[in-house]
């Protein structure tokens, strides 16, 4: 495994596994298979409805909790609730989060970070950050800030590469971390030649060869599946690594084409969406 340092010391791994649209039951096995299985970085969210879940695979794993780095996000229903934070702690069964990220930029975000900041200096939650902001919205946090956020959450992928945002990140150092590293699945992207020439190179699968990109770009990544194979081998990264032409070449593919564009219309939409979090099982 390789690790990035976050600005406020704690270690992170480069690559974990999602839980973004598992239902409880396939969170829960799925944890349990990736931990068992060399992760040890595992995201989740309030918006997922599978935190008890996560928390009861981490615990089943049989791991001490200081071997997992266990990363969620507080949606933005609750950012003015001032037990936002307990109650997400309580959901998972857990001490404490390793990072806990606003998000949405939607509603009053400026009030929830203010609760991550307090929950970090009580001990509850050991780094705080961001999902979803731009370079502005982020720089509207670090004006206010009492704690510098440690990350940023976002849509990174050889077809959407955002070096403007990675350098302004990296200028403030702030992480960056890919949730769709494989492009949501586009056959576009994962069967572009220079993955499947470089795949045949270094007998790896295309989607590896794009997961070892994002780690050498200095992305951490966090591919979601519930398929036993596809989570051992999106942990399969750490065997190889691509040359600097090699780098430049996926660089060159970049397109600045996203899966996913927010609204007006849709933060407002989450602000007013309550998951059901306290009904999950």
């Known amino acids: 495994m390789e690790y990035a340092v976050l600005n ?14 598992l239902e409880p039951d396939d969170a829960e096995t799925s944890v349990l298979f990736a931990l068992k299985n060399g992760y040890r970085l595992i995201d989740t969210a309030n918006a997922y409805v599978n935190e008890k879940a996560v928390g009861r695979g981490m615990k089943k794993s049989g791991l001490v909790r200081e071997e997992i780095f266990l990363e969620t996000k507080i949606w933005p229903s609750f950012y003015e609730q001032s037990d936002a934070v307990d109650k997400t702690v309580k959901r998972l069964d857990m001490d404490y989060i390793d990072l806990l990220l606003i998000h949405q930029p939607a509603g009053n975000y400026i009030a929830g970070y203010r609760q991550m900041e307090k929950a970090y200096k009580e001990g509850k939650v ?12 982020v720089q509207e946090i670090l004006n206010v800030c009492e704690v510098k956020p440690t990350v940023l959450q976002t849509e990174v992928h050889p077809y959407f590469q955002e070096q403007e945002l990675k350098a302004f990140l990296k200028k403030e150092g702030i992480v960056i971390q890919a949730w769709y590293p494989l492009g949501h699945g586009d056959k576009a992207l994962l069967q572009e030649p220079v993955f499947s020439a470089l795949a045949e190179k270094y007998n790896k699968s295309n989607a590896q060869i794009i997961l070892r990109w994002h780690i050498q770009a200095g992305n951490v990544v966090i591919p979601g599946s519930k398929n036993p ?53």
Do not use: C
């Not at 780094?127 to 919205?137: M, T």
């Not at 060159?252 to 309550?274: H, Q």
């Open 8 to 21: 406020n010391g704690e270690k992170m791994p480069m690559a974990g596994i999602g839980t973004f649209l």
């Open 126 to 137: 050991r780094a705080i950050g961001l999902s979803n902001f731009s370079i502005s919205q």
């Open 229 to 281: 194979d596809h989570i051992k081998a999106n942990l399969d990264l750490f065997d190889f690594a691509l040359t600097d032409a090699e780098m430049a070449e996926i660089a060159a593919i970049n397109k600045n084409i996203r899966y996913y564009t927010s609204t007006p219309e849709m933060l407002e939409g989450y602000v007013r969406r309550v998951p059901p979090v306290d009904d999950q099982k």
